[in-house]
């Protein structure tokens, strides 16, 4: 199987009526492994700015997650492993994103 077809087929599938919004598989280079249709352009600042959290685990923290040029606070994450951020509009807080650190990659969900 692919990595397109993992993004295609299992991460953007309906489950009990809900659905990720975008989903992206990124090697630690920054490279785009596979990706939805409609998965932000990332910048290469914001691909470094993901990387050295991963290093530095809190380094995002005062001035947020960028993707695409949108802005996600940063919550409760896991030191080296995950990287949570979330959207607040308004004081409703209606997007969650999620950051997976793997040995080679990294996996982008956007709910």
């Not at 692919?2 to 989903?23: F, K, P, R």
């Not at 939805?36 to 001035?63: C, H, R, W």
């Amino acid at each position: 199987m692919s990595w397109q077809t993992y993004v295609d087929d299992h991460l953007m599938c309906e489950i009990e009526g809900n659905h990720l919004i975008a989903a992206a598989i990124v090697g630690h280079d920054g490279t785009f492994w596979a990706q939805s249709s409609n998965f932000p352009q990332l910048k290469p600042e914001e691909i470094n700015g993901i990387m050295n959290d991963f290093a530095e685990p809190g380094s995002l923290a005062p001035t947020g997650l960028y993707l695409g040029g949108t802005k996600y606070m940063v919550i409760q994450g896991e030191p080296g492993a995950v990287i949570r951020g979330k959207k607040v509009m308004f004081s409703v807080c209606y997007c969650f994103y999620f950051v997976y650190n793997t040995v080679k990659s990294h996996l982008h969900c956007c709910l």
